[in-house]
């Protein structure tokens, strides 16, 4: 299947369905690449340190994946 087909494909999904694609994609990259492959920018290592602090000055500020993961897979919009 060549790019062009393949987007036409996808392009016919759901919304959710092309999230849950992506995840997919992205777990069997992950899987395959090398260890240092996929390495955190200096920028990207700074944000999940500020989250990290933001996160433990106020934990109950988190969302729980599950109510995130549930809304982003709802159909609303």
Same mark, same amino acid.
């Not at 602090?53 to 549930?70: G, I, Q, T």
């Given at each position: ?11 016919? @999904?759901?919304?959710?369905?092309? &999230?849950? %694609?992506?995840? =997919? &994609?992205? =777990?069997? &990259? ?7 492959? @996929? ?18 000055? =106020? ?7 599950? %109510? ?10």
């Amino acid at each position: 299947m060549n790019t062009s087909s393949a987007t036409t494909e996808y392009m016919k @999904l759901s919304v959710s369905e092309r &999230i849950q %694609l992506v995840e =997919d &994609i992205w =777990d069997s &990259i992950a899987a395959e690449a090398p260890a240092d492959a @996929l390495g955190l920018s200096q920028t990207q290592k700074a944000e999940l340190h500020r989250r990290v602090a933001a996160h433990r000055a =106020d934990p109950s500020s988190a969302v729980p994946w599950e %109510l995130v993961r549930a809304k982003l897979f709802s159909d609303q919009t």
